[in-house]
C-alpha cells in the first residue's frame, strides 16, 4: 500500500459545481496533513493545512478522518481559475520525518 | 519580501555528466528542503538542510548531494546523470526544519539526454 493515496482523476467538472478528493494515508501516527495546489508547469503552493476538527476557507472545505485514515477537500461553487492538480501531503512521525506527497488529483471545471 | 529563488530555470545535460542546481530561501527561512517531481507524479523528498547539515534523507541514492551556505542558501549536486533524473527539482524553504508550512521555489527543469 502507497504511504499516500489519491484519485488521480481527471474530475472534469462544470463551473459553479461541488467537487470532493479523498486521500488515503498508511501510517496511522502521521500527525499534520496538507492540501497544496499545483497550477501546469508551476511549483506547488499550500492551500490549507487540515485540522482534525475541520476546517473552512471560502469555498474550500478540509476534513480529517483519523479512525479512517483519510482526509478530504471539499470545492463548492467551482471556478475556472479551481483548475490544477491538488496534492495531499501528510507529514509522517517518528525519527524519518518528512513529507510525503500523493501523486495529485487533477481538476479541470469547465465552462 | 523575496520569495524562494532557484536556477537555473532549464538545463539540458547527457548522461554521465554531472549538474548544480542552487536555491536561496524565502526572506526570514533558514531551511531548505529538496524534491524531485517527474511529470504526473508527486514531489519525491531528496534532503532537507538545517544549520548548514542534511538532516533527513528521503530515499535517493549517494550520486544526490547537497550544501547549505552560512546565508542558507543552498545547492544540490547529481553526479553521474542518469536519463531517469530527467525531471522538475523543486526547493523548498521554512523556518527552523518546519515542515508546517513550505514555500516553494519555480523548480529548475532538468532534461538529461
Known amino acids: 500500500r502507497k504511504e499516500v493515496e489519491q484519485d488521480p482523476g481527471p474530475f472534469n467538472v462544470p463551473e459553479g459545481a461541488t467537487v470532493a478528493f479523498n486521500c488515503t494515508y498508511s501510517?496511522?501516527?502521521?500527525?499534520?496533513f496538507f492540501w497544496y495546489r499545483q497550477d501546469c508547469r508551476k511549483e506547488p503552493k499550500l492551500l490549507m493545512s487540515?485540522?482534525?476538527?475541520?476546517n473552512e476557507d471560502g469555498r474550500f472545505t478540509a476534513q480529517l478522518n483519523r479512525a479512517s485514515q483519510y482526509i478530504s477537500l471539499l470545492i463548492r461553487d467551482s471556478k475556472l481559475s479551481d483548475s490544477a492538480t491538488y496534492l495531499c501531503?501528510?507529514?509522517?512521525?517518528?525519527?524519518?520525518?518528512?513529507?510525503?506527497w500523493g501523486l495529485g488529483t487533477s481538476l479541470a471545471v469547465n465552462p | 519580501d523575496a520569495g524562494v529563488t532557484q536556477s537555473p530555470t532549464h538545463l539540458i545535460k547527457t548522461r554521465g555528466q554531472q549538474v548544480t542546481l542552487r536555491c536561496s530561501p524565502k526572506?526570514?527561512?533558514?531551511?531548505v528542503s529538496w524534491y524531485q517531481q517527474a511529470l504526473g507524479q508527486g514531489p519525491q523528498f531528496i534532503f532537507q538542510?538545517?544549520?548548514?547539515?542534511?538532516?533527513q534523507r528521503g530515499n535517493f541514492p549517494d550520486r544526490f548531494s547537497g550544501h547549505q551556505f552560512p546565508n542558507y542558501s543552498s545547492e544540490l549536486n547529481v553526479n553521474a546523470l542518469l536519463l531517469g533524473d530527467s525531471a522538475l527539482y523543486l526547493c523548498?524553504?521554512?523556518?527552523?526544519?518546519?515542515?508546517?508550512?513550505?514555500?516553494f521555489g519555480p523548480g529548475t527543469r532538468l532534461t538529461v539526454l
Open positions: 501510517n496511522s501516527a502521521s500527525q499534520s
Open positions: 487540515v485540522y482534525s476538527s475541520g
Open positions: 523548498a524553504s521554512s523556518y527552523r526544519g518546519g515542515w508546517n508550512e513550505q514555500f
Open positions: 501531503v501528510v507529514n509522517n512521525a517518528g525519527n524519518n520525518r518528512k513529507l510525503i
Open positions: 538542510y538545517y544549520e548548514e547539515e542534511e538532516r
Open positions: 526572506s526570514g527561512h533558514d531551511t
